[in-house]
T-cell receptor
Framework: NAGVTQTPKFRVLKTGQSMTLLCAQDMNHEYMYWYRQDPGMGLRLIHYSVGEGTTAKGEVPDGYNVSRLKKQNFLLGLESAAPSQTSVYFC??????????????FGPGTRLTVT | KNQVEQSPQSLIILEGKNCTLQCNYTVSPFSNLRWYKQDTGRGPVSLTIMTFSENTKSNGRYTATLDADTKQSSLHITASQLSDSASYICVVRDQTGANNLFFGTGTRLTVIP
């Protein structure tokens, strides 16, 4: 049981390039999330998904797109990377069944640098 | 405005000593408060969760307290170890849905020998 995995672990992009971050979970969780973490700031929600085929915007969605074609995968896309998107990106998942607490399980993160 | 504030921002203590981290929040209506530990280069991992009716909860050497009236929580670490060096993040959920989480900026704890 690997939990939540993310690929790649590190990536350097040039301004204007595009890329996709992959998140996978093997816990059969319904909910999945993408966050970014910047120095001096709390984790901020980019997009989330409450089930296969559905996505919704979070607090900071601009410049990102997501897709949830399979229940176990949640993709985060950057169409035209900007230096402001330099950050550490975390994926998380939680179970619909844990309705009282909705504990989120986090992946190890992807460190992205945009030059 | 819903906010979560943590103090101190950073803390250095000697191995074996105790310490207490603080979390104040304005999130309403309150559902639960969770403390996460985040090791450098890793994702956050849940340490403990506090609901409205709980005042104290322990997880090994970690003890969390909650005062829902004053909207304050603390995380006390007893007999610190080098492996306790990490960031500790306070996260508060409101009652409006599964996705309404409010994250503190964390306290960076360094335990030195």
């Amino acid at each position: 049981n690997a939990g939540v995995t993310q690929t790649p672990k590190f990536r350097v992009l040039k301004t204007g390039q595009s890329m996709t971050l992959l998140c996978a979970q093997d816990m059969n969780h319904e909910y999945m999330y993408w966050y970014r973490q910047d120095p001096g700031m709390g984790l901020r929600l980019i997009h989330y998904s409450v089930g296969e085929g559905t996505t919704a915007k979070g607090e900071v969605p601009d410049g990102y797109n997501v897709s949830r074609l399979k229940k176990q995968n949640f993709l985060l896309g950057l169409e035209s990377a900007a230096p402001s998107q330099t950050s550490v990106y975390f994926c998380a998942s939680s179970s619909l069944g844990d309705s009282k607490t909705y504990e989120q399980y986090f992946g190890p993160g992807t460190r992205l640098t945009v030059t | 405005k819903n906010q979560v504030e943590q103090s101190p921002q950073s803390l250095i203590i000697l191995e074996g000593k105790n310490c207490t981290l603080q979390c104040n929040y304005t999130v309403s209506p309150f559902s639960n408060l969770r403390w996460y530990k985040q090791d450098t280069g890793r994702g956050p991992v849940s340490l403990t969760i506090m609901t409205f009716s709980e005042n104290t909860k322990s997880n090994g050497r970690y003890t969390a307290t909650l005062d829902a009236d004053t909207k304050q929580s603390s995380l006390h670490i007893t007999a610190s170890q080098l492996s306790d060096s990490a960031s500790y993040i306070c996260v508060v959920r409101d009652q409006t849905g599964a996705n309404n989480l409010f994250f503190g900026t964390g306290t960076r704890l360094t335990v030195i020998p």
